[in-house]
């Protein structure tokens, strides 16, 4: 595809060259079938911690049927089309992780309310289901009374999926000009993730081991801290889940743009 249409989420430069359309690896071997139903844990969140103020890791937020719902739904948005792609950024080379958007298309470094960088479809919606997950992770990670809880208002996510030796390197999330915290949900293999500062990408750095079934929420003071990926740990995704080698990451937010 070209550069991108003029469109009310157009934040910054995009690549000429146009992302790469890729397939889902095949549905690995014990992974159930149909659907089931989605849902957090019943019990209120433990172990709940706060590494920094505005940043807070929710250890097994996920139930494991929760988890297989999400995976289960992933293969669906991955289809064409505005299906799954490994984006392109402006440079020219491509990211390692495949991604696919709901709500609103997200290609370095712009939105869109069309898959420009792969083939021009509208995007697919974002789940009432996966908004109310996201409500909820933020009532869990703020409280339910806080002014972020009440305000979240959720129109896009950004399904990334990490295959074995993939990386994410240390950005911002700079396009939103929503200040709204953003939610990550975290299935499959454990990974490093890399908080640095908000005004710089360089060390001391935070590490945070994500797991599968965790919540990681970013905001406040913290909503525009450069963050990354560094390094997935292979083999340590729990069986059964229906994905392939690697990491799902759903990320969920709210960008502030309107049609």
Partial sequence: MGSARKTPGLRGPTSRLGAQRVELGSQV???????????????????????????????????????????????????????????????????????????????????????????????????????????????????AESAEARAFTPDAAIVNFYPEGAKLGLHQDGEEPSDAPVVTLSIGDSCTFRFAGVDRRVGPFLDVELRSGDLLVFGRDERRVFHGVPKLLAGTAPEGLGLPAGRLSVTVRETGFSD
């Fill in 29 to 143: 071997h014990g992974a159930p079938t149909g659907q089931l139903a989605l849902g957090i844990l019943t019990e209120p969140p433990r172990g709940a911690r706060e590494p920094r103020p505005g940043i807070v890791h929710v250890p097994d937020w996920l139930s494991v049927a929760a988890q297989r719902e999400l995976v289960a739904d992933f293969r669906k948005w991955a289809r064409p089309p505005a299906g799954l792609r490994q984006p392109r950024v402006p440079a020219g080379h491509l990211m390692s992780v495949q991604a696919v958007c709901l709500g609103w298309h997200w290609y370095p470094y712009a939105y869109s309310r069309t898959a420009d960088d792969t083939d021009g479809a509208p995007v697919k919606p974002l789940p009432a289901t996966l908004s109310a997950l996201a409500r909820d992770a933020v009532d869990d990670a703020y409280g």
